[in-house]
C-alpha cells in the first residue's frame, strides 16, 4: 500500500514498522509532528519532557534497559541535549537509540541556523540525512540496525523541507521484534569516571574506522554515472533540486553524511572533469573532500545561508557565480506575522510597552510582540535566556533602569526554573513574568507538565507555579488576567517598586485552545459605533487584527458631529473578534461595544 507522507510521519512510520515502541522528545518546530503521530499507533509509548536533554537522557535509560529508544528534538534541542550526547558516544547502549535533529535552513522558525552535521563530527557519532519521506521512512530503521551492530547512538538528520514536504511512501507490516529487556550492571561500559572514559576513549576511535569502511558499502550512498563532465556530491533534499535541473550530470549521493565514505568519493572524482559539493549551510562535506585532495567547487559558488531551491542551484553552476537569494519583489503590502486575535499576550505587552521598561524576552508567541505597534520587546536569545539576562541587568545597572523578564509557560518549564532559582539565591531584584498559556502554543498546542495532561491524553499532576515559586524562595508571588489591563498594569508596577525577586504570572488561556477545546471565547464580538469614535487611534495601539482605520471619505455610511480636523474612524472586523474587550478598556469615546 502506498501513501502521500511528510517526511516526520514516514519517520514516525518507519519507527513503528521496525517495532520502535519508546520515544521521548520535547515539540519544536520542524520535528514536532513526529512524536504527534508516533504516539497515534497502538502498543507504542510516547512522551513530552520538560526539555530536550530530559528526552535525551530518559531515551537513554530506555535504551540502557534494553529497548529500542527513538528521541526527538529540533536543531537547537541538540545544543540542550549536548551534555549527555557526547558522553552517550562513549558509552554506547544496550538497545538501540536513535535521535532525530530537525534543522532549520532559512530559519522559518528558529533563531540560529546552525548545520548538526557538526555535532555528529565533533560528537563522533554517525549521521544519516535522508532526501524525501520514503529514505526518511527507511533511514530510521536503518539507524537503529546500525546503532546496534555498532554499539552507538545515530543521529538522523532532517530539515524543514524534508519534514514537511509530501512524497509517496511504500507502508510495510510492522516487524517482530523481541527486545532483550533488562538492565545489565557494567560500570566499565557506563561509569564514566575519567580512569574509565580514557578507555572508552580508544572504543570511540575504533568504532569510528569500522564505521568508516561501513560507509564504503552503505546502500543509502550510490553513484549515478551520467555525462561524465560534470558530477555533483550531495545529500538530501539538495538532491532532489539538483536532479530536477540538471538530470543528465553524474551523481554521488549521499545517505550517510558522517562519517563519508572517502574511498567512494575518489572513485567518483576520478570519473567526472568537473566536480561540485551542492549542500545547504555549512561546506561541511565539501571542506573533507578538499581535505582528501580533490579539487571541487562548493560555497564558492553556492550560498553559505538559507534554503536552495532549483532556481539557486541552476544559478550558481550555470552561472557560475556566487548565488544571491533575492527576495521577489511583492506587489502587494507585506503581512507580518501577529498575535492571535484574543491572545492574552497582548494585553501584557502593551501594559509592557507602555510602562517603558526594558523586557529580556524568550522563546514562544509572545517574540512577536516586539514588532510594531506593541514594541514591547528588546533581547530574545533562546528558551530560558530571559530569567538570567534579567538578573544579570538588574546586577549591573541596580535602579537606574527597569528590567521585566517574560517567559512562556511550557519555555518556563524548559529552561527557566534554574534561573529563577538563582535569582532567590543571590537576591535579584528582578521582575519575572509567566506568560501562561496553558499550553505549548508555538508548535501547535502540545501538553506539557503544567496542562495536567500526558502527550497520550492521560491525566497526570499538574505543576503548580505559585507554589514552586515559593519554594524557590521567590516570597513576592502575584497572579494576574492579562485582559484586565488597568490591574496587570498596577500588580506590575507595584512589584517593580518592590525589593528582591518576584514573579508575576499572567494567566489567561492561549485563543486557540478555546477553538481548539471548543470553548466559548471571553465575550460577545464587538464594534465600533462610528458616530462615537473620535478617531484617537488609541486602540489601534494594541495591534489587534480585526482593527483596522477607515479614513472618512472612503466610508459609505454618514458620519454625524466630527470635526474637520478628524481623518477617520476605527472598525472592528466583527467576523474576526473574540470579544477580548482590550480595546474597550482602552476606548475613553465608549464608541466600542458588544455587535447586538
Known amino acids: 500500500m502506498k501513501k502521500l507522507m511528510s517526511g516526520n510521519e ?6 513503528y514498522e521496525h517495532g520502535i515502541t519508546f520515544a521521548s522528545a520535547y515539540p519544536g518546530t520542524p520535528s514536532t509532528e513526529i512524536m504527534e503521530e508516533f504516539s497515534k499507533y497502538e502498543g507504542v509509548y510516547a512522551e513530552w ?28 534541542g541538540v545544543n540542550v541535549a549536548a551534555d549527555p550526547l557526547f558522553t552517550l558516544s562513549y558509552t554506547g547502549t544496550e538497545g538501540g537509540l536513535v535521535l532525530i535533529s530537525a534543522d532549520d535552513p532559512s530559519l522559518h522558525s528558529s533563531q540560529n541556523e546552525q548545520d548538526n552535521r557538526n555535532y555528529a563530527r565533533a560528537a563522533k557519532i554517525p549521521m544519516l540525512e535522508p532526501a524525501d519521506s520514503e529514505e526518511a521512512k527507511e533511514f530510521i530503521k536503518t539507524a537503529f540496525r546500525i546503532s546496534e551492530e555498532f554499539d552507538t547512538p545515530v543521529i538522523l538528520r532532517s530539515t524543514t523541507r524534508v519534514s514537511h514536504s509530501k512524497s509517496v511512501v511504500q507502508l510495510e507490516e510492522k516487524e517482530t521484534v523481541k527486545e532483550k529487556r533488562g538492565i545489565r550492571n557494567d560500570p566499565a561500559k557506563y561509569v564514566m569516571v ?15 574506522e569500522r564505521l568508516r569502511e561501513f560507509a564504503e558499502t552503505f546502500p543509502g550512498n550510490r553513484m549515478e554515472i551520467n555525462d561524465t563532465k560534470t558530477g555533483i556530491i550531495t545529500a538530501g533534499m539538495p538532491y532532489n533540486y539538483a536532479k530536477d535541473v540538471f538530470p543528465g550530470y553524474s551523481y554521488l549521493k549521499l545517505g550517510m553524511v ?37 579539487d571541487v567547487a ?30 521577489p519583489v511583492l506587489s502587494l503590502p507585506q503581512r507580518p506575522p501577529n498575535l492571535c486575535p484574543g491572545c492574552p499576550h497582548r494585553g501584557l505587552f502593551y501594559v509592557l510597552g507602555k510602562l517603558k521598561v526594558f523586557v529580556t524576552g524568550d522563546i514562544g508567541c509572545y517574540t512577536l510582540a516586539f514588532m510594531k505597534p506593541l514594541e514591547g520587546m528588546g533581547s530574545t536569545i533562546c528558551m530560558g535566556a530571559s530569567i538570567g539576562m534579567a538578573h544579570g541587568m538588574d546586577k549591573v545597572i541596580g535602579d537606574k533602569e527597569q528590567v521585566v523578564g517574560v517567559i512562556g509557560d511550557s519555555t518556563f518549564i524548559h529552561s527557566g526554573i534554574t534561573p529563577l532559582l538563582n535569582m532567590a539565591y543571590n537576591k535579584s531584584n528582578s521582575v519575572i513574568v509567566i506568560c501562561d498559556n496553558r499550553t505549548t502554543a508555538m508548535t501547535g498546542m502540545q501538553e506539557h507538565p503544567a496542562t495536567g495532561f500526558t502527550l497520550q491524553k492521560d491525566e497526570t499532576k499538574a505543576l503548580d507555579f505559585v507554589k514552586l515559586a515559593e519554594a524557590l524562595g521567590i516570597d513576592n508571588v502575584r497572579v494576574v488576567d492579562p485582559f484586565d489591563i488597568k490591574n496587570t498594569r498596577k500588580v506590575i508596577k507595584e512589584e517593580l517598586a518592590k525589593k528582591g525577586p518576584s514573579l508575576v504570572i499572567s494567566r489567561a488561556p492561549c485563543a486557540l485552545l478555546a477553538v481548539k477545546q471548543k470553548m466559548s471565547g471571553r465575550g460577545k ?45 476605527a472598525v472592528i472586523d466583527s467576523s474576526v473578534c473574540n470579544g477580548c474587550s482590550l480595546c474597550l478598556q482602552l476606548c475613553s469615546a465608549g464608541a466600542i461595544g458588544e455587535v447586538e
Request: proline share 7%.
Open 49 to 76: 519532557t520538560p526539555n530536550e536533554k530530559v528526552a535525551l537522557e530518559v531515551g537513554i535509560g530506555a535504551a540502557l534497559a534494553g529497548a529500542r529508544a527513538l528521541v526527538v528534538m529540533k536543531h537547537v
Open 525 to 569: 464580538p464587538l464594534r465600533v459605533d462610528p458616530d462615537k469614535c473620535t478617531g484617537c487611534k488609541v486602540c489601534l495601539g494594541l495591534g489587534c487584527p480585526p482593527i483596522s482605520w477607515k479614513r472618512l471619505e472612503d466610508i459609505d455610511i454618514t458620519i454625524e458631529k466630527k470635526t474637520k480636523k478628524q481623518e477617520g474612524i
Open 194 to 208: 575519567p580512569a574509565m572514559a580514557r578507555k572508552r576513549r580508544i572504543i570511540v576511535e575504533k568504532r569510528m
Open 10 to 15: 514516514a519517520i514516525a512510520r518507519g519507527a
Open 258 to 294: 558522517h562519517p563519508l565514505p572517502s574511498n567512494l568519493i575518489r572513485e567518483f572524482a576520478s570519473k567526472v572533469e568537473k566536480l561540485y559539493v551542492i549542500e545547504e549551510l555549512d561546506p561541511f562535506i565539501e571542506e573533507q573532500v578538499k581535505a582528501m585532495g580533490i
Open 298 to 327: 562548493g560555497k564558492d559558488v553556492f550560498p553559505y545561508t538559507g534554503e536552495f531551491d532549483p532556481g539557486i542551484v541552476k544559478k550558481a553552476i550555470s552561472g557560475n557565480e556566487p548565488a544571491v537569494m533575492d527576495l
